[in-house]
Structure formats: structure tokens, C-alpha cells
């Protein structure tokens, strides 16, 4: 099995395009480390399997969970993630909803870190231009936040710079080295 693994949600695709992002840039750190889940199509329980997880969630409309991360959500509540890290992305609007930019990354991280998995993957909010969101806490992201809707450009070298993040505070290191 991979050490990490990947879940999202998308409705409109905008997710599972930045998903392939993810997809090639591990493929070009060490293709053997990650597995990819649409949480539509997956048993939440999947989630223990893997030490290091990365969540992709969209915000919608006025600080709301994906349709399949809404679903998962209260199942989520019977897991011991106690040992895991988790990482989070998330994509949001920041001019068409400046109030409410990227909120499913706070919304999920407090739920994960409720079940005992540390958060990891902050990132600075240099660069964008919102007035609120739940998915900052001091001043930082609680993940990575992308705004396909406005600043996809910008997304390719964002997933980048972020996975390489990752592969440092999930101590990946030692993956990477040829056998």
C-alpha cells in the first residue's frame, strides 16, 4: 500500500483537476507514494489505512462542505485518527465569496484534528485577497487554498511547492531514496 493517501470531492471537476496536479507531481517525486479516492466512491473507513492523508474539498456557496465531503462528514465522527497526519486543500471563489474564501479547509480541519490526526501542510495567505475565512487560524491557511475560479495559473505552481512541503512533514524522505 502507499503511504499517503489522497480524498476529494468534487461536483463540478475543478477538484478532481487539481487531483491530477497532485497526481503529477508525486508521479515526479516518486510515483509509488500516493493513492487517489473519490470520497463519493469510498468508504470513509478507508481513511485509516493510511498514515498520511491529503483531503480535497471545495467551498460551495456560502461556507459549505462538497456534496460527498457533507455526506462523509457525520461518519467521520466514528474514526480514530489518532497517529495520522493530515494535510488539506481547498478550493473557494476568493472575489465571488470574500467572506467565506475556502472555509471547507477549516470546517474539515477541526473535524480531523476532533478525531485525534495532527494537521499539517499550513500555508501562508500572502497573495490572495479575501476578508474571511474558517479555513485560517493565526494568520495562516490550514492547508492549501486554490481559487480555480480566478487563479488557475497559479494553481500548478501552488501544488507544487506544497507537495514538496508534504514529502518534508510527512518525513517522506526515505521514500525517495532508491532501494
Not at 499517503?4 to 507531481?25: A, M, P, S
Not at 480535497?56 to 457525520?74: E, F, R, S, V
Not at 494535510?87 to 485525534?116: E, H, M, T, V
Amino acid at each position: 500500500m502507499t503511504p499517503i493517501g489522497l480524498f476529494y470531492g468534487t461536483d463540478t471537476g475543478f477538484t478532481e483537476i487539481v487531483v491530477k496536479l497532485f497526481q503529477e507531481e508525486f508521479d515526479l517525486v516518486a510515483p509509488h507514494l500516493l493513492t487517489v479516492h473519490n470520497i463519493g466512491d469510498t468508504p470513509v473507513t478507508t481513511l485509516q489505512q493510511y498514515d498520511h492523508l491529503i483531503i480535497g474539498c471545495p467551498t460551495w456557496d456560502i461556507g459549505q462542505l462538497q456534496a460527498d465531503w457533507d455526506k462523509a462528514y457525520n461518519a467521520l465522527e466514528r474514526l480514530d485518527l489518532s497517529g495520522k497526519q493530515v494535510a488539506i486543500f481547498g478550493l473557494g471563489d476568493q472575489y465571488g465569496y470574500p467572506d467565506s474564501y475556502c472555509d471547507a479547509i477549516g470546517i474539515l480541519a477541526k473535524k480531523f484534528a476532533s478525531r485525534g490526526a495532527t494537521l499539517v501542510g499550513f500555508t501562508s495567505t500572502d497573495g490572495y485577497e479575501f476578508t474571511h475565512s474558517e479555513g485560517v487560524e493565526n494568520g495562516r491557511f490550514l492547508g492549501l487554498a486554490l481559487d480555480e475560479d480566478n487563479e488557475s495559473d497559479k494553481s500548478p505552481g501552488r501544488v507544487s511547492e506544497w507537495v514538496w512541503q508534504l514529502v518534508d512533514e510527512f518525513d517522506l524522505v526515505p521514500f525517495l531514496e532508491p532501494a
